[in-house]
């Protein structure tokens, strides 16, 4: 990668020279407070307002089921609001997070690394469309762990200091949206997964993994799991941060067990996953972050909104023109099937970027490293 290695930041969020010398923050109220107002209370509000009416729902009117149009629509929100978007500042989130202007260097080494780990993706999806499948799975499961272990950070957790815990944390974080819609909906988690695999001609041959007992002794260990890596926090203290991250972890498990998977898995990538990233994008931007300090949230997310425009609309126009190029039908699980195979393929280079801010930053897991 062109430009500075991870090695040489010194501090755990470089800030730009300027803001480093006058603001007095230290890195990590720089980035708690747009974790807060973006990645905390509209995630906390969207979810938990969700759940409640899905109970409220199963309570009222148990036989009522969300439409067939309306399941996908939270996906196909995520196109425009969020979602795709939170990826597409990847081109100037590495140099910034060590605190550089993004310079052609840095784009190019951004470019090539999607390049070569796209293709190398999606040319794998084409030979072996059920391992991608799965691969894409476990893909999700660690990166959107990561994602919520940086959140917890960046709200003030210090009951993830030990290794088993930081881990613990991760998986739990990551299998909640991956792991627990399986436990209650068996047959709706197959049908997305199989149509991602029809798209190339394959089926999926796994019905030990729907299957009752399978979903009974991996929804304990997940179970069990949750209560240890909650327990091992509490022991570091209590904390606020703790109550916090166990308030979150409960609401999340009740959450992916009430709301249909394709619902549920669309709001949290928007509203959820993809705000903390947004959150972590407007507080290494220096104009971003000035426009957050100075005029709130909105002009925050609207100054970090204007970075994600270009590679959102040509994502998107890369989307519909392979749509059209393969003359995919006009399905809405096919279509919905055809993005998330697109995301796919974007979300190796984009955990890839995300991986090294995190080295950069000290962040995540690399902060296991650095304590050694
Ligand atoms: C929709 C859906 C699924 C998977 C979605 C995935 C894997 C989404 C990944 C999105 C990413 C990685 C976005 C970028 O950060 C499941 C859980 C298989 C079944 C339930 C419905
Ligand atoms: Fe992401």
Known sequence: MAGPTPTEAPERTRVGPAERSTDGHTPDSVARAPMLAIGGWPAWLAIGGVTLLAVLGALVAPSLSVPRWARYAPLAVSLVVFGLPHGAVDHLAPARVVGDRPT?????????????????????????????????????????????????????????????????????????????????????????????????????????????????????AFAIVTLATLTLGRRHGGSPAWRRDAAETLLLWAYFLLVPPIVAVGIYFCVWHSLRHIARLVAIDPAARTAFAERGAVAGLRRTGRDALPLTALSIALLVGVAVGVGVQTDVRTLAALYLVFIAVLTLPHVAIVTWMDRAERAGLARLAAEQ
Do not use: C, K, N
């Open 104 to 220: 052609g260097r840095w784009l190019a080494a951004v470019g090539l690394l999607y390049l070569v780990l796209g293709v190398a993706y999606a040319a794998l999806w084409y030979v072996a469309p059920a391992v991608s499948a799965a691969f894409f799975i476990a893909l999700t499961w660690f990166h959107w762990g990561q994602g919520d272990v940086y959140a917890l950070d960046a709200l003030g957790a210090t009951h993830l200091a030990e290794r088993v815990t930081r881990l613990g944390t991760l998986v739990v974080r990551g299998g909640l949206p991956m792991l627990v819609p399986l436990l209650r909906f068996p047959d709706r988690y197959r049908d997305v997964v199989d149509a991602w695999v029809a798209l190339f001609g394959g089926g999926l041959d796994a019905s030990w993994f729907f299957a009752p007992e399978t979903r009974a002794v991996v929804g304990g």
